[in-house]
């Protein structure tokens, strides 16, 4: 089921952003989710340094009621940072999950429990992640996977829901009291950052 799960969101992580038919949505959802640094490191490897960004995910709701916003363990990520080397622009997608068999979470339930916030309009949630991505010495080095020195913008695409079609749609009619119950990937506002080769990094682990 973890591999159903993982598939169906990534399923909906890139097909997030159109409408039927290939049409863009003319107007924004109500979950507006936007992306601040707050912390980095780099680490030195055999080719690639390896940048970390620490990552305040903020979540708003900027809509006109109560929106149910899952919180918990189960989550999955896409990064996309795009740059330019030798003229040529570029993105690379960094996957991250939070994929937690170990810890139980109550989702069917009567209300909404712990694993889910509730945000009244204006309401903000805020959560962190760390994104790891490699960091070429320059444009002729870097491959597929990493980035070039230089400016770059960054993009999250998350998940707000790793569970089954059909039980989303019975506890949004269960919740319906407490707010709407919200199921589709959200994708943050763009956030510029620059990467650079720190040659006194340490060896990564």
């Given at each position: 089921?973890?591999?159903f799960?993982l598939?169906f969101?990534?399923?909906l992580?890139?097909?997030?952003?159109?409408?039927?038919?290939?049409?863009?949505?003319?107007?924004?959802?109500p979950?507006?989710?936007?992306?601040?640094?707050?912390?980095?490191r780099?680490?030195?490897?055999?080719?690639?340094?390896?940048?970390?960004?620490r990552?305040?995910?903020?979540?708003?709701?900027?809509g006109?009621?109560?929106?149910?916003?899952?919180q918990?363990?189960?989550?999955?990520?896409?990064?996309?940072i795009?740059?330019?080397?030798?003229?040529r622009?570029?993105?690379?997608?960094?996957l991250?999950?939070?994929?937690?068999?170990?810890?139980a979470?109550?989702i069917?339930?009567?209300?909404?429990?712990g694993a889910?916030?509730t945000?009244?309009?204006?309401?903000?949630?805020?959560?962190?992640?760390?994104?790891g991505?490699?960091?070429?010495?320059?444009?002729?080095?870097?491959?597929?996977?990493?980035?070039a020195?230089?400016?770059?913008?960054?993009?999250?695409?998350?998940?707000?829901?790793?569970?089954s079609?059909?039980?989303a749609?019975?506890?949004r009619?269960?919740?319906?009291?407490?707010?709407?119950?919200?199921v589709?990937?959200?994708?943050s506002?763009?956030?510029?950052?620059?990467?650079?080769?720190?040659?006194?990094?340490?060896?990564c682990?």
């Open positions: 089921m973890k591999t799960y598939a969101t990534l399923l992580l890139g097909a997030h952003g159109a409408a039927p038919g290939g049409r863009q949505q003319q107007q924004g959802p979950l507006r989710l936007t992306t601040e640094i707050v912390g980095h780099y680490c030195a490897g055999d080719k690639l340094h390896i940048l970390q960004l990552l305040r995910l903020r979540y708003r709701n900027t006109d009621r109560k929106l149910i916003v899952y918990g363990k189960n989550l999955f990520y896409q990064t996309k795009r740059g330019a080397a030798e003229g622009p570029y993105e690379v997608v960094v991250n999950s939070r994929f937690n068999d170990a810890q979470e109550v069917n339930s009567p209300k909404p429990g889910f916030v945000l009244a309009p204006g309401g903000v949630y805020e959560t962190e992640m760390v994104v991505v490699g960091v070429a010495a320059g444009a002729a080095e870097r491959g597929a996977n990493s980035i020195p230089g400016e770059h913008t960054l993009r999250v695409v998350a998940s707000s829901w790793y569970e079609k059909k039980l749609e019975e506890l009619g269960r919740w319906q009291g407490s707010g709407l119950l919200w589709e990937p959200v994708v506002e763009p956030l510029t950052f620059t990467a650079a080769r720190d040659e006194q990094a340490p060896r682990r």
